[in-house]
Nanobody
C-alpha cells in the first residue's frame, strides 16, 4: 500500500491550495484518512481527519479555513486550504488506516508535500 500526496507549492498569504493524496495497492478497505503537518522546528500536528462515513475533525487553527474530503471510489483524500497564512507553511503528510488483501488495518503515511505561504 502506498499513499502519494500532491498539490503543494508556493502561495501568497490569503491564497488557496488543494492537496490530494491517493492510496494505491491491493486495498481492501480504508477507514479514517487525514492530514498532518510539520513546520520547521515544530512538532508534527494533526490538521484534519475524515472517517469512511464522512465525519470530519479539524485542528482549531484551521477550522473554517480548511476542508477535508474524500472520494472513496478513487481511494483519495483532499485538503482544500483557503485564507492561507505564514503559519500554515509546513510539510503536509497524508495518512490512512487501510486494510489490504494481506494485512489487517494499519496506518500508512504519504511522503509529504511542501506548502509555503509567502507574506
Amino acid at each position: 500500500v502506498q499513499l502519494q500526496a500532491s498539490g503543494g507549492g508556493l502561495v501568497q498569504a490569503g491564497g488557496s491550495l488543494r492537496l490530494s493524496c491517493a492510496a494505491s495497492g491491493n486495498i481492501f478497505s480504508i477507514n479514517t484518512m487525514g492530514w498532518d503537518r510539520q513546520a520547521p522546528g515544530k512538532q508534527r500536528e494533526l490538521v484534519a481527519t475524515i472517517s469512511s462515513g464522512g465525519i470530519t475533525n479539524y485542528a482549531g487553527s484551521v477550522k473554517g479555513r480548511f476542508t477535508i474530503s474524500r472520494d472513496n471510489a478513487k481511494n483519495t483524500v483532499y485538503l482544500q486550504m483557503t485564507s492561507l497564512n505564514s503559519e500554515d507553511t509546513a510539510v503536509y503528510y497524508c495518512h490512512g488506516v487501510i486494510r489490504s488483501a494481506a494485512l489487517p488495518y494499519m496506518g500508512y503515511w504519504g511522503q509529504g508535500t511542501q506548502v509555503t505561504v509567502s507574506s
